[in-house]
């Protein structure tokens, strides 16, 4: 599976952004699909998770209440609306996905939250 990740941008704080993960190739809902993120000078963390049916979610404890992950299978894409943005969401924010693991991934798209 081939996935694209879109939707990244300048936003100021407390401002939204909704992420899209798109994907092609083989049947897109069979695999579960992660969100990570990396900042700048720090390792790649978790940000969020969604199962097959999108029906179990998963979220760091730092985006809970604030970021929003949903599938739509029938478009081959995940999305990832961040809402209440703070300067330390700013990263490279990358999709992947996988069925025992995250074991594809698509390029990153950058987020930046001014303050």
């Known amino acids: 599976v081939q996935l694209q990740a879109s939707g990244g941008g300048l936003v100021q704080a407390g401002g939204s952004l909704r992420l899209s993960c798109a994907a092609s190739?083989?049947?897109?809902?069979?695999?579960?699909v992660y969100w990570f993120r990396q900042a700048p000078g720090k390792e790649r963390e978790f940000v969020s998770s969604?199962?097959?049916?999108?029906?179990?979610?998963y979220y760091a404890d730092s985006v809970k209440g604030r970021f929003t992950i949903s599938r739509d299978n029938a478009k081959n894409t995940v999305y990832l609306q961040m809402n209440s943005l703070k300067p330390e969401d700013t990263a490279v924010y990358y999709c992947?996905?996988?069925?025992?693991?995250?074991?594809?991934w698509g390029q990153g798209t950058q987020v930046t939250v001014s303050s």
């Open positions: 992947a996905a996988g069925i025992t693991s995250h074991e594809y």
């Open positions: 190739g083989r049947t897109f809902s069979i695999y579960t």
């Open positions: 969604i199962s097959r049916s999108g029906g179990t979610t």
